[in-house]
């Protein structure tokens, strides 16, 4: 099978995963106990605002067209009204969007900053003392609840010893580079349990590796050997990995937004949540629904780009 | 010849003993395992703490006393303080313990069994039956755990059978992945052929004899699940969606102490603790296990 149909027969297959994930979005509104509207409603529920809100979720109308309509809409970006601020969901997604991506990116960069080293110094010698503390330590980094590391953080580092500021997004890029600092720590110690160790085991699969042995045999001072051969092939796997768990990080920023007062999707979801508002929960697990659907394809499209060895006939 | 098998003393028999081999170096193996070890050690620590509570305070963990709020540590026999309501951290971190662990066992146990379900029929049977079920798994793993977990639990309502539906709803999915994938293979070997041929059905083929050979993986998997199940509750909590206030859990302890973060650092910070050593317990057995099955079966 030849690269172009590997990333075709990817595309193809996105499409029942993209309608399942509009599927899973649209029912959350029937999973609501009772009369959605009622409840989501709460005490603001008469019969007034439950006929709107019937109306506006199109729960008057059959299943099929209520659906139908929920897809129609997507395809016009009309993600809905929210409930508790009357704006477009669609302008809210977008206009906090920003600050989201930043911490992803920041929070990736951390975690790789992080891992490369560790990783490099338990590859280095297996098995030995520091191999065994590189592999059990960060498993610490595994039952961190985030929102609780991120609240420790904050009042050590920012409120105590003023290292940092302690909420906010800054403004300009060394403002966000020194606000979003903390938070960033915070989702990147939970990814690095897993990205230390799937880089340690990709570099001792590349140590393994002939032209390693050539390497040593042509006398490549061991420091240089690390960095230049072995790192650079471990490296896509790393980025791999990074790409396949993007959920996992997505799901770190959603209550580290919260804690840290980041203007972004996180902390919108989580506001939403106290202000019973529908729309906007549903909003979002749909956008990042589809964001981890992409980020997937694109990783797997990369990976196929980057490393030529990679068959297709597995 | 008899005495061949039975008594391994006898060297000049290489068969048996080679066979036997493995067994034994295993089972003389898992207390050598440090990490194991050392998680087992830990986490039986930890459960007794938890549900020998009676015996480790006399405090009752949800009893107010309004003259008595924000003890410091070690006052009026309060070992840790009290919190803002006068309460007793220390019986609130041991019976909150109990609340969190028993939600964790029945939210790894559920979408443990239906996970092996599902991935069994799809490992077995193949086919288009494999194809729903896989599509069905990729959509579900589209979602980050959090996000889906906390949109599932908002819609169905706080508590307890909300969370247990939640995290089952999304948790299921890596363990039909493993198990499908274990059957997969393991469906071609000649014990399950020799079965087939002798014509037992197939639902005694899987429960009886494939998945006692590929149970394992799932069950080192159901380690490092039970952490993130742990994480899900205290967050769920801690956002007002899990354990209802006053029961105590550690999740609703740190949002009750943010507030006093710069004074009474011990509320927040010590059952943060407990939920970091709990996860990193269950992290070491999972771990453990992982690497004495790998030089188990090698």
Redesign the interface.
């Known amino acids: 099978m030849g690269r172009m149909s590997f990333v075709f027969r990817r595309l193809v297959l996105l499409v029942p995963t993209a309608i399942g994930v509009t599927i899973i979005t649209f029912f959350m509104v029937h999973l609501i106990p009772g009369n959605p509207a009622v409840t989501i409603l709460g005490q603001r529920a008469n019969p007034t605002t439950v006929a709107a809100l019937d109306k506006q979720l199109g729960l008057d109308k059959p299943l099929i067209e209520q659906y139908w309509l929920f897809i129609d809409h997507l395809f016009h970006g009309n993600l809905g009204t929210s409930l508790y601020y009357g704006t477009s969901v669609s302008s809210l997604i977008s206009s906090h969007l920003p600050a989201t991506l930043w911490l992803l990116a920041y929070a990736a960069v951390i975690a790789i900053v992080i891992s490369v080293p560790l990783a490099s110094l338990a590859a280095s010698r297996k098995d030995a003392v520091r191999d065994h503390v590189v592999r059990v330590v960060p498993l610490l980094g595994l039952g961190l609840p985030a929102f609780w590391f991120g609240l420790i953080l904050q009042t050590w580092l920012g409120t105590k010893l003023r290292l940092f500021p302690v909420t906010g997004y800054g403004s300009g890029f060394t403002g966000h580079l020194q606000s979003m600092f903390l938070p960033a720590l915070t989702v990147a110690v939970a990814l690095c349990p897993v990205l230390i160790r799937s880089l340690r085991a990709s570099m001792l699969n590349v140590l393994g590796a002939e032209f390693i042995t050539t390497a040593r045999a042509k006398g490549v001072p061991g420091y240089r050997l690390l960095v230049r051969h072995v790192l650079r092939n471990a490296v896509i796997p790393a980025v791999t990995v990074l790409g396949i768990n993007i959920g996992y990080l997505i799901g770190g920023t959603l209550i580290v937004e919260q804690v840290f007062a980041i203007p972004g999707i996180g902390s919108l979801m989580i506001n939403a949540i106290f202000q019973r508002d529908f729309t906007v929960i549903q909003s979002v697990a749909l956008f990042y629904g589809v964001l981890v659907v992409l980020v997937n394809l694109l990783t797997d499209v990369a990976y196929v780009a980057l490393d030529p060895r990679v068959r297709f006939d597995a | 010849m008899s005495a061949l098998s039975a008594d391994p003393a006898p060297a000049p028999a290489p068969s048996p003993a080679v066979a036997a081999a493995p067994v034994r170096s295993r089972r003389a193996r898992w207390y050598r395992q440090p990490?194991l070890l050392t998680g087992l050690v830990l986490l039986v620590i930890i459960l007794f703490m938890c549900y020998a509570a009676p015996l480790l305070t006399s405090f009752n963990p949800n009893t107010q006393n309004l003259e008595e709020p924000l003890l410091g540590l070690g006052q009026m026999g309060h070992l840790l303080g009290t919190d803002q309501e006068g309460r007793d951290t220390w019986a609130r971190l041991l019976y909150g313990g109990q609340v969190d662990l028993r939600i964790a066992v029945i939210a790894v146990i559920l979408p443990f069994i239906l996970g092996i379900i599902v991935g069994s029929l799809a490992g077995y049977f193949g086919g288009w039956v494999d194809a729903i079920i896989m599509?069905?798994v990729?959509?579900?793993?589209?979602?980050?755990?959090?996000?889906?977990v906390?949109?599932?639990v908002?819609?169905?309502?706080t508590g307890g059978k909300s969370i247990y539906i939640a995290i089952t709803a999304v948790g299921w999915v890596s363990y039909a992945r493993i198990t499908r994938g274990e059957i997969t293979v393991a469906k071609r070997q000649e014990y399950v052929l020799a079965a087939q041929s002798g014509g037992l059905s197939s639902v005694r083929i899987i429960t009886r004899h494939l998945l006692p050979n590929v149970i394992t993986q799932s069950v080192v998997y159901a380690m490092?699940d039970i952490?993130q199940d742990?994480?899900a509750i205290?967050?769920l909590s801690?956002?007002?969606?899990g354990v209802q206030p006053p029961t105590a859990d550690w999740?609703t302890m740190?949002s009750a102490g943010?507030n006093f973060?710069?004074t009474q650092?011990w509320l927040?910070?010590i059952?943060?603790i407990a939920?970091?050593?709990?996860?990193?317990a269950?992290?070491?057995i999972g771990?453990g296990l992982a690497d004495l099955l790998r030089t188990g079966t090698s």
């Open positions: 990490t599509r069905i990729d959509i579900v793993v589209a979602f980050p755990f959090f996000v889906l906390i949109a599932l908002f819609v169905l309502g490092s952490v742990i994480l205290v967050t801690y956002l007002g969606l999740g740190i943010q973060l710069t650092w927040t910070t059952p943060g939920v970091v050593i709990t996860g990193l269950l992290s070491l771990d």
